[in-house]
C-alpha cells in the first residue's frame, strides 16, 4: 500500500516515507492510495481483544512495511503502565444510548497521549527503514497540550531529542510546570517573549532557513514536527473509534452491525477524521458531530460549504480548541474532492483566506458531518448539569461536545452515540471550579478533588514537589542559536 500528497496524486511515497517526511514537499499531507477495509466478522474477533491488540491489528492494515510483531511490541510500549487504566481508553456510561470515551488516562492526562506515545516509535522505525542516519529534533511551539505530551513521548528515545517552545504569556501554570519540570537526557524546554504567535512564528522560520539545515546536517541532525499533519500522529487514532465500537456492542448497548454516532470536540480535524477513516473501513457509523467552541469556523463550513478564516479569534475555555484553520481538513477534502480541487482550495485559503467547495462535494461531507458549537456559558452550565445529574466530571472540552450533542437531541434526534472525552477535568481545574460555582481556588486541583469526590491523576499530584529544570525564555530572535547551542 502506497500514500500519496493530498495535493497531487502522483506524489507517492511508502508508509515509512510518509512517517519519515511528516509533509508532503508539494505542502501537502499524505494519505493512503485506498483505505484497507475492515468486515463485521473482525469487529467481532477484535471485540474479544484488548486495546493493545485492537490498536496493533488496526495499525498493521495501513502499515505493510512494519510486521505485526513489531507493531504488538509497539502497542504493549506506547499503551501499558504509563496508562493509569487497564482498559486505556475505557467508555463511561451515563445511559443506555450514552457514553464518554475516556481518552485521558495516558502520562499528560489528554488525549494527545493516544497518539504520541506512539508517534516516536513509528518515526524511529521508520527512519531506520529508509536509511537515514542522522538524528531527528523534534521542535514544537505549543500552546500547551502537544507540547507536554510529545516531551512525554519522545523523551530519552535514542535517535532523537526535542525542543519546546511556549509563549510565556499564554499557557495555564499546570500546563507551564507539566513542562518545565520535564524529566530526560534529550529534551529541551524554554519559554519564548510574547504569545503563542510569536512561539509559532519562531519555529516556523527556524523550519524554512535552509541555510540553517544544511548546518545542522553536517553535524548529523534533521529537524522535524510532532504535530497532527503527520500519518503517524493520525493513524493510531483510528483505533480507539473502532475500540469504542467493539465496547458499546460488549457492553449489551448495541447490536453487532446497528450504527453508532461519535460527537467530537474538535480543532485541527485530526481526532474526528480519524473516525472518519474508520468508518469508511467498515465500521458501522452512523454521522459524526463536529463539535466547536466559539471558534465555530467548522460549524459554518459544514452547514454551507464556505469556509472562511476572516473572522476574529476568541480565547476560550477550551484552548486546545481555539483554531482558525483547521489543517487535517484537507484529507477529507482530498477523499471527498479529488487532488485538484484541493490544490484550489488551499491556494484560495493562502489567498484570500476562503474557499467554497462544490454542490456535490458538501452533500457529501453533510451525508457524514453534522456540525453545532456552543459558548463558554453554555460550556459551564453543561458541565454542571452532567455533574448533578449523573456525578459525573467532565473538562470545558469534553463539555463543548457533550452540549452539542445534548442540543441535537432537544430537537428529536435520540440515536447511541459516543461522546470523545478529550482531557482530564483536572487539566482545565480553574474552569471546571468555576463551573461547579467554586471562583478564585487557592489550590485549584485539591479543591476540585473536594468539590467532585473524584482522585487528583497521579502525573498531576505531585507536579507542586517536582524540580523546575527550565527556567529559560528567550527573545523571538534568539530561538535558532538556542536550537544550535542544544545540538552542538
Ligand atoms: C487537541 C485537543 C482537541 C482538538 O483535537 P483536534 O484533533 O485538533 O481536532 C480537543 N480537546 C483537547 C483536550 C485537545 O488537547
New binding site residues.
Given amino acids: 500500500m502506497m500514500y500519496h500528497s493530498t495535493r497531487d496524486n502522483n506524489c507517492k511515497v511508502t508508509d515509512a516515507q510518509a512517517i519519515a517526511q511528516g509533509l508532503a514537499p508539494d505542502g501537502g499531507l499524505f494519505v493512503p492510495d485506498s483505505l484497507p477495509t475492515l468486515s463485521l466478522e473482525e469487529i467481532q474477533a477484535l471485540a474479544k481483544l484488548d486495546y493493545r491488540g485492537r490498536a496493533a491489528a488496526i495499525m498493521h492494515k495501513f502499515l505493510p512495511s512494519f510486521s505485526k510483531e513489531e507493531l504488538d511490541g509497539f502497542v504493549s510500549r506506547a499503551y501499558g503502565k504509563n496508562y493509569d487504566h487497564d482498559a486505556i481508553a475505557p467508555l463511561r456510561f451515563t445511559d443506555d444510548n450514552t457514553a464518554y470515551l475516556e481518552l485521558w488516562h495516558g502520562p499528560t492526562c489528554?488525549?494527545?497521549d493516544m497518539a504520541l506515545q506512539m508517534l516516536p516509535l513509528l518515526l524511529t522505525a521508520s527512519l531506520k527503514k529508509i536509511g537515514e542516519q542522522r538524528q531527528v529534533c523534534i521542535l514544537v511551539a505549543t500552546s500547551g497540550?502537544?507540547g507536554k505530551a510529545a516531551l512525554e513521548g519522545f523523551r530519552d528515545v535514542e535517535g532523537t531529542s526535542i525542543i519546546v517552545f511556549f509563549p510565556r504569556d499564554g499557557v495555564s501554570d499546570i500546563q507551564k510546570l507539566q513542562m518545565t519540570t520535564q524529566a530526560g537526557k534529550n529534551v529541551l524546554v524554554s519559554s519564548v517573549v510574547g504569545n503563542f504567535d510569536d512561539a509559532q512564528t519562531g519555529v516556523k522560520k527556524i523550519f524554512s532557513d535552509k541555510d540553517f539545515a544544511e548546518k545542522l546536517s553536517a553535524k548529523g541532525y534533521f529537524l522535524s514536527s510532532a504535530n497532527?499533519i503527520n500519518w503517524g500522529r493520525l493513524l493510531p487514532q483510528v483505533a480507539y473509534y473502532v475500540s469504542a465500537y467493539c465496547d458499546f456492542v460488549n457492553a449489551g448497548k448495541l447490536e453487532l452491525g446497528q450504527p453508532l454516532d461519535f460527537c467530537v470536540?474538535?480543532?485541527?480535524?485530526?481526532?474526528?477524521l480519524a473516525g472518519w477513516y474508520a468508518k469508511q473501513m467498515g465500521l458501522p457509523v452512523g454521522q459524526f458531530l463536529c463539535a466547536s467552541n466559539a471558534n465555530n469556523v467548522l460549524t459554518d463550513f459544514l452547514t454551507t460549504g464556505t469556509y472562511d478564516r476572516n473572522r476574529p479569534f476568541h480565547a476560550t475555555i477550551?484552548p486546545?480548541?481555539d483554531?482558525l484553520v483547521?489543517s487535517?481538513l484537507e484529507r477529507l477534502l482530498c477523499a471527498k474532492g479529488g487532488e485538484s480541487a484541493v490544490s484550489q482550495w488551499m491556494a484560495q485559503l493562502n489567498q484570500e483566506g476562503k474557499y467554497t467547495v462544490s454542490e456535490e462535494v458538501k452533500a457529501s461531507i453533510q451525508a457524514d458531518f453534522q456540525a453545532g458549537f456552543c459558548d463558554d456559558e453554555a460550556t459551564k452550565a453543561e458541565i454542571q448539569r452532567v455533574f448533578q445529574k449523573f456525578g459525573y466530571l467532565i473538562?470545558t472540552?469534553t463539555a463543548v461536545a457533550s452540549k452539542v450533542l445534548g442540543d441535537k437531541r432537544a430537537q428529536g434526534q435520540v440515536r447511541p452515540t459516543v461522546v470523545v472525552s478529550?482531557?482530564s477535568p483536572y487539566k482545565f481545574a480553574v474552569d471546571v471550579l468555576d463551573a461547579l460555582g467554586v471562583q478564585d481556588p487557592k489550590d485549584p486541583l485539591a479543591e476540585l478533588s473536594a468539590a467532585s469526590s473524584t482522585t487528583i491523576p497521579a502525573p498531576l499530584a505531585g507536579l507542586a514537589e517536582r524540580e523546575v529544570r527550565f527556567r529559560g525564555c528567550v527573545e523571538k530572535t534568539e530561538m535558532q542559536a538556542l536550537v544550535d547551542q542544544f545540538l552542538a
Avoid at 265 to 272: C, D, L, Q, S, W
Wanted: hydrophobic share 30%; charged share 10%; net charge negative.
Fill in positions: 489528554a488525549f494527545k497540550d502537544t497532527s470536540p474538535t480543532g485541527n480535524f485530526g481526532n474526528i477550551s486546545s480548541m483554531i483547521s487535517n473538562d472540552h478529550t482531557a
